[in-house]
């Protein structure tokens, strides 16, 4: 009888030090994004980064958008995390204003979500960065869901799920920008009014 190859000490070790390889490139990917802005992001400046030859990421990630997806990916699950707690500890505030607040907060600061529409291929793939983050974002719209209150079974109410999460995040660049205090709003007003119109048509 054979061991099991999973039980195998010697790939169990190949295995935690590949992930934790890729995590200290996407580390490293993060803070060139930070620093030079996402959409400056580089393989090149990654590896760099890091301290390894550019050709060394390519065992990892094959171009600088699959980096990109990585990282949003991340933040997708950030930003779904932040909406359930808000939720579940929205007091007396409605847990969807709670919950859209949270995002909007995460969404303001995050150069990776501002810029992650430059790395998605035009049509839908099966690559494992874009799985990954199909994945996360399904996540980030399931809690939007449960904040509501209520669950998104039929298309209709999915469809009303996406078009919150397309406002909320069209009120981050707004917001982002300096445009949504131009126009004389705050980010609680406008939230207040999603609130009062999704909360009440779904």
């Given at each position: 009888?054979?061991?099991?190859?999973?039980?195998?000490?010697?790939?169990?070790r190949?295995?935690?030090?590949?992930?934790?390889?890729?995590?200290a490139?996407?580390?490293?990917?993060?803070?060139?994004?930070?620093?030079?802005?996402?959409?400056?992001?580089?393989?090149?400046?990654a590896?760099?980064?890091?301290?390894?030859?550019?050709?060394?990421?390519?065992?990892?990630?094959?171009?600088?958008?699959?980096?990109?997806?990585?990282?949003?990916?991340?933040?997708l699950?950030?930003?779904?995390?932040?909406?359930r707690?808000a939720?579940?500890?929205?007091?007396?505030?409605?847990?969807?204003?709670?919950?859209?607040s949270?995002?909007?907060?995460?969404?303001?600061?995050?150069?990776?979500?501002?810029?992650?529409?430059?790395a998605l291929?035009?049509?839908?793939?099966?690559?494992?960065?874009e799985?990954?983050f199909?994945?996360?974002?399904i996540?980030?719209?399931?809690?939007?869901s449960?904040?509501?209150?209520?669950?998104?079974?039929?298309?209709?109410?999915?469809?009303?799920?996406?078009?919150?999460?397309?406002?909320?995040?069209?009120?981050?660049v707004?917001?982002?920008?300096?445009?949504?205090?131009?126009?004389?709003?705050?980010?609680?007003?406008?939230?207040?009014?999603?609130?009062?119109?999704?909360t009440?048509?779904?």
């Open positions: 009888m054979f061991a099991g190859m999973s039980g195998d000490p010697r790939i169990q190949r295995l935690r030090a590949r992930n934790a390889t890729r995590a490139i996407l580390d490293a990917a993060r803070r060139v994004a930070a620093r030079d802005g996402a959409r400056n992001l580089s393989l090149r400046a590896a760099a980064e890091v301290g390894f030859a550019p050709a060394a990421l390519y065992g990892y990630f094959q171009s600088k958008d699959e980096i990109l997806l990585a990282l949003a990916a991340d933040d699950l950030t930003i779904a995390r932040a909406m707690a939720a579940e500890n929205s007091g007396a505030e409605s847990p969807l204003a709670a919950a859209s949270a995002a909007l907060s995460l969404l303001q600061h995050m150069e990776t979500i501002a810029a992650v529409s430059q291929p035009q049509t839908a793939g099966t690559g494992e960065a799985r990954l199909n994945g996360r974002l996540a980030a719209l399931t809690a939007l449960h904040a509501t209150g209520r669950t998104a079974e039929s298309r209709t109410a999915q469809a009303d799920i996406v078009l919150l999460a397309a406002a909320l995040t069209g009120l981050a707004f917001a982002r920008s300096g445009r949504l205090g131009a126009l004389g709003f705050s980010t609680e007003e406008v939230v207040a009014r999603l609130d009062a119109r999704f009440g048509a779904m």
